[in-house]
């Protein structure tokens, strides 16, 4: 399994950011997906998981209504849309695959597949 982020970059408090992930190797909708993050000097952290059709979604508590989380099975990617972004949003963002397609994992060890990270930084 192959998972390729983009999209990070530097970013003004308040503003947005798209991140895409691109997944090979297994039947990408058969997954669920999700985001995770690490920040400097800090353990990596759940953000955000969706299930394999898209329909139902979680969020941690400290970005829920300012991030969103989809997919496009057609092709095979992930999306976090990241509104209203805080400097304690500033870290290395991660997309993973999960384990299986039953369950929306927010415990890191609920995937196995990552990709190689992308950085998001927030500046005053």
């Known amino acids: 399994v192959q998972l390729q982020a983009c999209g990070g970059g530097l970013v003004q408090a308040g503003g947005s950011l798209r991140l895409s992930c691109a997944a090979s190797?297994?039947?990408?909708?058969?997954?669920?997906m999700g985001w995770l993050r690490q920040a400097p000097g800090k353990e990596r952290e759940f953000v955000a998981t969706?299930?394999?059709?898209?329909?139902?979604?979680y969020y941690a508590d400290s970005v829920k209504g300012r991030f969103a989380i989809s997919r496009d099975n057609a092709k095979n990617t992930v999306y976090l849309q990241m509104n209203s972004l805080k400097l304690e949003d500033t870290a290395v963002y991660y997309c993973?695959?999960?384990?299986?397609?039953?369950?929306?994992?927010?415990?890191?060890?609920?995937?196995?597949?990552w990709g190689q990270g992308t950085q998001v930084t927030v500046s005053s």
């Open positions: 190797g297994r039947t990408f909708s058969s997954y669920v």
């Open positions: 969706i299930s394999r059709n898209g329909d139902s979604t």
């Open positions: 993973a695959q999960a384990r299986g397609g039953s369950y929306l994992y927010t415990r890191i060890e609920g995937y196995n597949y």
